[in-house]
């Protein structure tokens, strides 16, 4: 059952852009993930916003939730080469992590 | 730093083979997952375990069973592989389910033909 939906499936920027992606959900949350997984890898984490927060910061990372929407964003400020990446949003689940389908960031440099 | 330690990142299998990908963590941590990915469906959770010898059907687990004999250790076990299954394999653990962030191993890149 996927429960977070990434938006856009495909980004393509340049170097020194911003690069915005969002996830929708379904049910009430505790806490939303965000992962990201450069091509062939596992999934490394990036942040984790609780439900009572609404924008958390970590480096050039800027995630957003609004529980009323139920919707989260998350913004690289300042996007490198090495940025690129899939990017997930995830949500917990009876003592699991229910995974999007991810957004393919690339950017150019 | 947790570290998740997949057996192997690449495999090639037969059909009708019984395939083990195992999988250790070092954080002594009570919840492990398996998880397939495939390309337009994302991830999807095919078992969990939230304690030694217990094991939780995942949303897709037909084909595979598990084994948690020790807490460092799951095993993801293909009883007869098929080319169905030929997929990214992703092991997670983690200290509290989905409260906390998820630790992941590299992938095991599995092909059966």
């Known amino acids: 059952s996927q429960q977070g939906e990434e938006d856009p499936q495909a980004l393509s920027i340049q170097e020194g852009e911003n690069a915005t992606m969002n996830c929708s959900y379904k049910?009430?949350?505790?806490?939303l993930q965000w992962y990201r997984q450069n091509s062939g890898r596992g999934l490394v984490h990036l942040i984790l916003i609780r439900s009572n927060e609404r924008e958390k910061h970590s480096g050039r990372l800027r995630v957003t939730l609004d529980t009323s929407k139920k919707s989260s964003s998350l913004l690289i400020t300042a996007s490198r080469a090495a940025d690129t990446a899939s990017y997930f949003c995830a949500t917990p689940g009876y003592s699991t992590l229910t995974f999007g389908k991810g957004t393919m960031l690339l950017v150019s440099p | 730093d947790v570290k998740v330690t997949q057996s192997s990142r690449y495999l090639v299998k037969r059909t009708g083979e019984k395939v083990f990908l195992e999988c250790v963590q070092d954080?002594?941590?009570?919840?492990m997952f398996w998880y397939r990915q495939d390309p337009g469906l994302g991830l999807r959770l095919i078992y969990f375990s939230y304690d030694v010898k217990m094991k939780e059907k995942g949303d897709i687990p037909e084909g595979y069973s598990v084994s948690r004999e020790k807490k460092e250790r799951f095993s993801l076990i293909l009883e007869s592989a098929s080319t169905n299954q030929t997929s990214m394999y992703l092991c997670a653990s983690s200290p509290f389910g989905g409260l906390t962030e998820a630790f992941f191993g590299q992938g095991t890149r599995l092909t059966v033909v």
């Open positions: 954080m002594d941590h009570e919840n």
């Open positions: 049910t009430s949350i505790n806490n």
